[in-house]
């Protein structure tokens, strides 16, 4: 079946420094993949996206980009800030069938000033 | 246009008890999704609705329940509580046709004591 597997956290950072989460996915024919941030006390929110191989999916200074080759979309960005600490989760979808959205376990994040 | 909204936002019931939680996805999104999260588990599909007709379905047992109003509106009931039905459910609503983002609304958090 479908599956995500991304890094353990929690990772923590200092400012200003460079941001790499893994995730590797399993999956039939050809799924959309995705990243959602949770910050505390709220819902998840939509990221950034790719729906096909070598798409680059890019928001708010973070990348990510679906690797068919070694089934990955590890999420990347430059320079973190105080603000981006929050729980990271890697997704599935196929849009095909109704919506049914599989979760990697979330990687929470902690930048440090 | 306003975003998911879920009522209530807190809840605490006691074992043996039934809850009804309520989701209002965004304006011209037909496909509902419910999700619980816990700290152990992670975000675990429980099912999809979409034109007030189940779609898909994840493994949990017969007390969880949902339907789907002609608004779009949805409802996921949980009869019978217990304590491990502790957690955050989270309601997401789909644009059909879409590329299978979906768009979290805040969530519940359900205590059963």
């Known amino acids: 079946g479908n599956s995500v597997t991304q890094m353990e956290g929690p990772v923590t950072l200092s400012e200003e420094a460079f941001l790499t989460i893994n995730c590797t996915y399993t999956?039939?024919?050809?799924?959309?993949l995705f990243w959602y941030v949770q910050y505390p006390g709220e819902g998840l929110q939509l990221l950034l996206k790719?729906?096909?191989?070598?798409d680059k999916g890019s928001n708010k200074g973070f990348e990510a980009t679906y690797r068919k080759e070694t089934t990955s979309f590890h999420l990347e960005k430059g320079s973190v800030q105080v603000s981006d600490s929050a729980v990271y989760f890697c997704a599935l979808s196929r849009a095909t069938g109704g919506f049914k959205t599989i979760f990697g376990a979330g990687t929470r994040l902690f930048v440090k000033a | 246009k306003a975003g998911v909204t879920q009522t209530p936002r807190y809840l605490i019931k006691t074992r043996g008890q039934q809850v009804t939680l309520s989701c209002s996805p965004i304006s011209g999104h037909r496909s509902v999704s419910w999700y619980q999260q816990t700290p152990g588990q992670g975000l675990q599909f429980l099912f999809e609705?979409?034109?007030?007709?189940?779609?898909n379905k994840g493994n949990f047992p017969g007390r969880f329940s949902g339907r789907q109003f002609s608004n779009s509106r949805s409802e996921m009931n949980v009869s019978t509580l217990e304590l491990g039905d502790s957690a955050l459910y989270l309601c997401?609503?789909?644009?059909?046709?879409?590329?299978?983002?979906?768009?979290f609304g805040p969530g519940t958090r359900l205590t059963v004591t």
């Open positions: 997401a609503s789909s644009l059909e046709g879409g590329l299978g983002e979906q768009y």
């Open positions: 609705y979409f034109s007030e007709t189940q779609r």
């Open positions: 999956a039939t024919g050809y799924p959309s």
């Open positions: 790719a729906t096909k191989a070598d």
